[in-house]
């Protein structure tokens, strides 16, 4: 009926990239250059440089275009520049990274529209929650993605149908109805990707992870694939999708998306490492990228002929992709020279740019480029304006589900935290025995507030788990956050909120342990109000680690912040040492030093420790007896000595405090998951030579040199003899009628591994 699919042009005119490294021993990750390099960074901040760290090219004036309606297969030894070049086009690179040069979609600038919406880029690293299934993984990200422009489309087609009397098929009609739905849990658009990229045996099996049994390897590949194609996006930068996938799956699943490319006018630029040639074929453009440089952009049906006017032929036994992969490379490139009329003579990779500008694609390409995009041809709903696709409700309801899913994965953890804390809770009644205690003199009172100092820190520990639970699920969290799947307080609410049910039933269990075999002031309303800060406690204690996660963001620095955090809250909490001296102290080293008292009114457990001592101390059974000089109240006497506020009120200024400290811990929980990128992955330690000279053309003779060396050692033989193991048989296989408790993966095997033999693995 005449509806124009949105459609994306991306281009990209004169783009360099260039990095600031080190080289050789300097850019070990060691203690000292850690420290040198965090002392360099304050520095330059104030605008001094002791250093100047090597500069590297990454890209080197590459232009092109990338179309719709076509695969576009991007082609490069490793270290080429792929990766960066596919995070340039997205939008996603790291800002310390120095960029000129302009990259566009249909003629709109990077800053004039949100392309982390608008295209998608799939990393060739897996990032899962391991304890979600598949099929949820998929839901999630098409609830928080959205149908975009489905329902706007499907609109405008029944009233077109409707108005030229066309009766679509019932199944086609019910289909494209059922994946404009938005909101639903479970979308007929997940069935579909799940069909598509051969996911749906494995459906309802939960991703895994490295302690957890999950899917295979190839499997989370096609996971991370689909967890972006399930949601609206037709723009897809996918990096290296076939690792651990065989050529068979890596063939169905580029065709698929060639499908999509075709049919719906997606544009989808794709690397891939050694591609079948099968596979390669299912291409329509290749781009050949060496040494940070453009070598061919163009129809597929034309880079071999480029190549051949350039004195290199790829031989019938080699696979079209595998030749050029090798064909720039200095130790790969003089078996394909085919110029008989000619010595060879190294081919560096500048020559191939040079000469592609000649060549009649480079030409063509070169005449597009100069020939700017009209924007008048841009469908309205080709570029996404808007950082979420979907309402925030609609998002905070996704990641409540989400969360409260995960609670449930996860319940064996909080059983076993909430029997721990039991357990822990009956030995401390049963050592501060109500039959061993009494509330006589100031001793007595000292015991009872040992007590209370007890259940102070045992509930300020129990926060600390927060530290490894949120380190786990920062890698996920980062990745959808980058993807604009979710802002952070989608994340951190939920994550608030949740827990709260299981803080209030285990400070049940601690106070209904602890507070009568103790021996603790009696009265209803003392009972609830320690209650009550206690839940507090163990509030601001689980919003402060969770902070520490969300600063350090790893295991190693996250521990490390906490133990520190500890020790400050505990040594300034004016229990270990008091904020002045009193008759009860005789050293003058007995007292917090005074230019750490401010320390005293930013530990969380000062005032934690303030309202229990009160609500105990304040209770009739104390407030009513004499102290031993027989003139003060024995529980105000015990405070004055504690170096504590002798008013009531102080009860419910304590609370008040832990209440803004757990407020202040999660808003900046929020702004730190907002605001900090995730810690950097390990980088290759660059040879101290690399540089501009290494580039190829600096030292042809390179190329041909070869070194070699014979390492001696002993050879071995290994054989196996009827080997047979067995794993536990999978829930979801019994749930399909499975009657046998073991699966059996292997079976009778056999063999051998001989020395001098290379043996493949099929």
């Given at each position: 009926v005449g509806i124009r699919l949105p459609k994306v042009e991306v281009r990209y005119e004169h783009l360099n990239i260039e990095a600031e490294t080190y080289l050789g021993s300097r850019a070990l990750p060691t203690l000292v250059n850690s420290a040198q390099n965090i002392a360099e960074l304050a520095l330059a901040m104030l605008g001094i440089r002791l250093s100047n760290p090597t500069k590297l090219n990454i890209l080197k004036d590459i232009s092109g275009i990338i179309k719709p309606s076509r695969m576009t297969l991007l082609l490069g030894p490793p270290s080429s520049g792929k990766t960066t070049l596919l995070l340039a086009l997205a939008g996603k690179l790291d800002p310390s990274l120095k960029v000129s040069g302009e990259v566009s979609y249909n003629g709109y600038k990077l800053n004039e529209f949100v392309p982390q919406k608008t295209s998608a880029y799939i990393s060739q690293h897996d990032v899962h929650v391991p304890e979600m299934t598949v099929q949820e993984t998929l839901d999630f990200s098409a609830r928080c993605q959205g149908v975009g422009t489905r329902y706007d489309l499907l609109s405008e087609l029944a009233r077109r149908e409707k108005y030229a009397g066309i009766y679509p098929e019932p199944e086609v009609d019910l289909f494209m109805k059922a994946t404009a739905i938005e909101g639903a849990e479970s979308s007929l658009v997940t069935d579909y990707i799940l069909k598509m990229l051969g996911l749906d045996i494995c459906k309802d099996t939960i991703v895994g992870d490295e302690m957890i049994r999950g899917i295979s390897g190839g499997q989370k590949k096609r996971v991370t694939t689909g967890e972006m194609i399930v949601g609206p996006t037709k723009t897809l930068f996918m990096d290296e999708i076939s690792t651990g996938l065989d050529s068979s799956t890596t063939y169905q699943v580029v065709k698929c998306l060639q499908q999509i490319a075709h049919l719906t006018d997606a544009t989808i630029f794709m690397s891939l490492l050694q591609p079948a040639p099968e596979t390669f074929d299912l291409f329509d453009d290749i781009v050949l990228i060496s040494e940070g440089r453009i070598v061919y952009q163009g129809p597929r049906a034309h880079v071999v002929e480029f190549f051949e006017s350039c004195g290199f032929k790829c031989p019938e036994r080699k696979g079209v992709a595998d030749f050029l992969q090798e064909v720039t490379s200095k130790k790969d490139q003089a078996q394909y020279w085919a110029d008989g009329s000619k010595p060879y003579s190294y081919f560096p990779v500048t020559e191939f740019a040079n000469r592609f500008k000649k060549f009649h694609v480079g030409v063509q390409l070169a005449n597009e480029l100069s020939m700017p995009f009209d924007k008048s041809r841009c469908h309205k709903a080709a570029l996404?304006?808007?950082?979420?696709?979907?309402?925030?409700?609609?998002?905070?309801?996704?990641?409540?589900?989400?969360?409260?899913?995960?609670?449930?994965?996860?319940?064996?953890?909080?059983?076993?935290?909430?029997?721990?804390?039991?357990?822990?809770?009956?030995?401390?009644?049963?050592?501060?025995?109500?039959?061993?205690?009494?509330?006589?003199?100031?001793?007595?009172?000292?015991?009872?507030?040992?007590?209370?100092?007890?259940?102070?820190?045992?509930?300020?520990?129990?926060?600390?788990?927060?530290?490894?639970?949120?380190?786990?699920?920062?890698?996920?969290?980062?990745?959808?956050?980058?993807?604009?799947?979710?802002?952070?307080?989608?994340?951190?609410?939920?994550?608030?909120?949740?827990?709260?049910?299981?803080?209030?039933?285990?400070?049940?269990?601690?106070?209904?342990?602890?507070?009568?075999?103790?021996?603790?002031?009696?009265?209803?309303?003392?009972?609830?109000?320690?209650?009550?800060?206690?839940?507090?406690?163990?509030?601001?204690?689980?919003?402060?680690?969770?902070?520490?996660?969300?600063?350090?963001?790893?295991?190693?620095?996250?521990?490390?912040?906490?133990?520190?955090?500890?020790?400050?809250?505990?040594?300034?909490?004016?229990?270990?040492?008091?904020?002045?001296?009193?008759?009860?102290?005789?050293?003058?080293?007995?007292?917090?030093?005074?230019?750490?008292?401010?320390?005293?009114?930013?530990?969380?457990?000062?005032?934690?420790?303030?309202?229990?001592?009160?609500?105990?101390?304040?209770?009739?059974?104390?407030?009513?007896?004499?102290?031993?000089?027989?003139?003060?109240?024995?529980?105000?006497?015990?405070?004055?000595?504690?170096?504590?506020?002798?008013?009531?009120?102080?009860?419910?200024?304590?609370?008040?405090?832990?209440?803004?400290?757990?407020?202040?811990?999660?808003?900046?929980?929020?702004?730190?998951?907002?605001?900090?990128?995730?810690?950097?992955?390990?980088?290759?330690?660059?040879?101290?030579?690399?540089?501009?000279?290494?580039?190829?053309?600096?030292?042809?003779?390179?190329?041909?040199?070869?070194?070699?060396?014979?390492?001696?050692?002993?050879?071995?033989?290994?054989?196996?003899?009827?080997?047979?193991?067995?794993?536990?048989?999978?829930?979801?296989?019994?749930?399909?009628?499975?009657?046998?408790?073991?699966?059996?993966?292997?079976?009778?095997?056999?063999?051998?591994?001989?020395?001098?033999?290379?043996?493949?693995?099929?």
């Open positions: 996404v304006f808007s950082r979420y696709s979907v309402t925030k409700l609609e998002i905070l309801k996704a990641c409540w589900d989400k969360e409260v899913l995960l609670m449930k994965r996860n319940s064996f953890f909080y059983i076993f935290k909430t029997t721990q804390i039991i357990i822990i809770a009956v030995f401390a009644s049963t050592v501060f025995l109500r039959t061993r205690l009494h509330h006589r003199d100031e001793a007595d009172a000292l015991l009872y507030n040992g007590a209370l100092l007890y259940s102070l820190i045992t509930n300020m520990f129990n926060g600390y788990p927060e530290i490894s639970l949120m380190i786990t699920r920062l890698p996920v969290f980062f990745k959808q956050r980058d993807h604009l799947l979710y802002p952070a307080w989608a994340f951190a609410i939920p994550l608030l909120v949740t827990k709260i049910p299981i803080a209030i039933f285990e400070t049940i269990a601690w106070m209904t342990l602890t507070y009568y075999p103790i021996g603790f002031a009696p009265g209803a309303d003392r009972f609830f109000k320690k209650m009550l800060v206690v839940f507090m406690i163990q509030q601001m204690s689980a919003s402060l680690f969770r902070l520490i996660s969300g600063i350090c963001r790893t295991i190693v620095v996250s521990n490390t912040g906490g133990m520190f955090a500890l020790m400050f809250v505990a040594f300034l909490g004016g229990f270990s040492l008091p904020r002045k001296l009193t008759k009860a102290y005789f050293y003058e080293t007995a007292q917090i030093p005074k230019w750490w008292k401010w320390g005293y009114w930013l530990s969380p457990l000062s005032y934690g420790y303030t309202s229990l001592s009160v609500n105990e101390m304040y209770a009739p059974r104390w407030i009513n007896r004499r102290a031993s000089d027989n003139v003060t109240k024995l529980g105000e006497a015990v405070l004055e000595e504690l170096e504590i506020y002798r008013n009531k009120n102080w009860y419910w200024v304590g609370v008040g405090a832990l209440l803004g400290f757990c407020i202040l811990f999660n808003v900046l929980f929020t702004l730190a998951l907002t605001y900090l990128n995730p810690p950097a992955g390990p980088q290759a330690v660059l040879p101290q030579d690399t540089g501009d000279e290494t580039d190829s053309q600096s030292n042809p003779t390179r190329a041909t040199t070869k070194k070699g060396m014979v390492l001696p050692f002993t050879p071995l033989a290994m054989s196996f003899d009827k080997v047979n193991y067995y794993v536990d048989m999978p829930a979801e296989m019994k749930a399909q009628g499975v009657a046998e408790n073991r699966l059996q993966l292997l079976r009778e095997a056999t063999g051998a591994f001989r020395p001098g033999i290379l043996t493949a693995l099929m």
